[in-house]
């Protein structure tokens, strides 16, 4: 009998360096996406579009990469991802020589895998924990993203000469450590994630197909809709995803706007990623201890807060930058709370293919509010885009005090599955 908790102590350990690698990639792609888009297509109402493809990109390859993960383990789906994104960094620099921005899109959308790909080691991290440690394992992960996402906005400067001397625009420098860091992302995984965790969970003695690569797509939203706490996690996770990328994507175009420094954009989406991954420890932790639906709601009133701060701010880049940490301190607590009440929801035979459709939609709400939002912004200011944003919260204290009120009843009725 393997030693599981060995395993699993293994297994955070290696997903935690792959996230350092991969997200150094990520970070600097956020940094300079929409800056491209901007320069490619000469507009501020499709700079937006950047952050959007990588978001829409991160849906399209939710499914498939949880399938893949689903049918052959965790390993393969995780270095599946990472190599994709690798190759849209790749694609990006080829638009961006050839001044297309069709294919700068196209090459985003690639990009977008590496982000499905981080998004999607948090459950692997989930597959051998304890109740009792699940929401801990999985934000240590989160956390681990920090070093690389802080870092890579961050490169924009110390990369413009290497970029510089290979013939490319300086913008392009942080493209090459986002190509640089998924491709590493890919190597960890391959070489260092064995056991594979989700086999070791699913297939503990027969070597069979896991229930969960046999469900359709149908099939995993009917599980979803028949439990109430899987219902609230997902539109706990879809709803905090929304609203971040929502302000985020046009943040860097706001403050461009108001004559903001590069190294100052690039600082301030340093400190967002700061505010998203480097408290998920201590989220994590209050998650265990206090309860997933009091730290679920707790991370919408921090959005709504992060959106009161850095819509009324005006120019003040202090006040933008401090709505901006907010704003991924509320995207930290909905993740980890909603993740780990996603897993214990559900059975492990149908978690891999139900936690692919929770980041399935919860990337398609992104890539619509990305895509939104430039309109938005051009139409009702940076002040009218946050509140935009801050509505998405809204389902969720719904359902909240809706699922509340029946566990309630059932709690009256003697009904113990009424939660």
Do not use: C
């Amino acid at each position: 009998m393997r030693d599981t908790a060995g395993v699993q102590r293994r297994t955070v350990l290696v997903l935690g360096l792959t996230q350092i690698a991969g997200g150094i990639g990520m970070g600097a792609m956020l940094a300079v996406g929409a800056l491209l888009a901007l320069e490619l297509s000469g507009s501020d109402t499709w700079s937006g579009m950047a952050t959007t493809m990588i978001t829409l990109g991160a849906a399209v390859f939710a499914l498939p990469l949880a399938s893949l993960a689903a049918r052959r383990g965790r390993r393969p789906g995780l270095a599946a991802g990472w190599a994709l994104g690798a190759l849209g960094g790749t694609a990006v620099m080829a638009a961006t020589v050839l001044e297309s921005f069709v294919l700068f899109l196209a090459a985003m959308l690639l990009v977008g895998a590496g982000t499905a790909t981080n998004l999607q080691a948090r459950h692997a991290a989930a597959d051998l924990a304890t109740e009792r440690t699940r929401a801990r394992d999985l934000s240590i992960v989160v956390w681990a993203t920090t070093v690389g996402a802080v870092l890579g906005p961050n490169l924009v400067g110390p990369t413009a000469p290497l970029a510089r001397a290979l013939g490319l625009p300086d913008l392009l420098g942080p493209v090459l450590a986002t190509t640089a860091g998924m491709a590493v992302g890919a190597v960890l995984t391959t070489v260092l994630l064995r056991p594979d965790p989700l086999l070791l969970a699913t297939r503990p003695q027969t070597g069979g197909v896991p229930a969960s690569a046999k469900l359709s797509v149908p099939g995993a939203l009917r599980v979803v809709a028949a439990s109430p706490g899987a219902l609230l996690a997902v539109v706990g996770i879809v709803a905090s995803h929304t609203v971040m990328v929502a302000v985020m994507t046009m943040t860097p175009v706001h403050m461009s706007h108001h004559g903001a420094a590069l190294t100052v954009i690039g600082l301030t989406i340093s400190l967002h990623i700061a505010g998203m991954y480097a408290l998920s420890p201590v989220v994590g932790w209050l998650t265990d201890r206090l309860g997933r639906v009091p730290m679920l709601l707790t991370g919408q009133g921090i959005l709504v807060a992060a959106a009161a701060v850095s819509g009324t701010a005006g120019h003040d880049e202090v006040w933008v930058t401090t709505g901006l940490v907010l704003l991924g301190l509320g995207w930290s607590f909905g993740l980890v709370s909603g993740t780990a009440l996603l897993a214990e929801s559900l059975s492990a035979e149908v978690r891999p293919r139900v936690q692919g459709i929770s980041d399935l939609v919860m990337n398609l709400g992104g890539a619509a509010a990305g895509g939104l939002s430039g309109f938005v912004l051009s139409q009702a200011g940076f002040g009218g885009l946050n509140l935009f944003a801050a509505l998405f919260t809204l389902p969720v204290f719904v359902l909240a005090v809706r699922t509340l009120i029946t566990a309630g009843r059932g709690a009256d009725t003697g009904d113990t599955n009424a939660a």
